[in-house]
Nanobody, 123 residues
Framework: QVQLVESGGGLVQAGDSLRLSCATSGRTFSSYTMGWFRQAPGKEREFVATISRSGASTLTAPSVKGRFTVSRDNAKNTVYLQMNSLKPEDTAVYYC????????????????WGQGTQVTVSS
């Protein structure tokens, strides 16, 4: 069982930056592919980014590519989402997720999910 706890969300203005963190429990963090998703009000949850177990490979959704960067620190059991040049359309609840398998994963087929952190971007 893996527990995920997101933090770092908040209310910012368009153009600002935020860094989300997702801290995980357990001593096998490096065996999990990690992902970030978001869900805006009235919309389906959508993929944002994923990172391989070693951190060597990442995949980012076209809607945030060039603005968002996913990274991880396996020594700290934490995955990050650096969000720059935020736009009002980035407003959503952001979730991190863990998959106990190798390979990048852009679908919702993750094993574990966090509770989410709210990001609100004002214009």
């Amino acid at each position: 069982q893996v527990q995920l706890v997101e933090s770092g969300g908040g209310l910012v203005q368009a153009g600002d930056s935020l860094r989300l963190s997702c801290a995980t429990s357990g001593r096998t963090f490096s065996s999990y592919t990690m992902g970030w998703f978001r869900q805006a009000p009235g919309k389906e949850r959508e993929f944002v980014a994923t990172i391989s177990r070693s951190g060597a490979s990442t995949l980012t959704a076209p809607s945030v590519k060039g603005r968002f960067t996913v990274s991880r620190d396996n020594a700290k059991n934490t995955v990050y989402l650096q969000m720059n040049s935020l736009k009002p359309e980035d407003t959503a609840v952001y979730y991190c997720a863990a998959k106990g398998a190798a390979g990048l994963l852009a679908t919702s087929s993750y094993d574990y999910w966090g509770q989410g952190t709210q990001v609100t971007v004002s214009s």
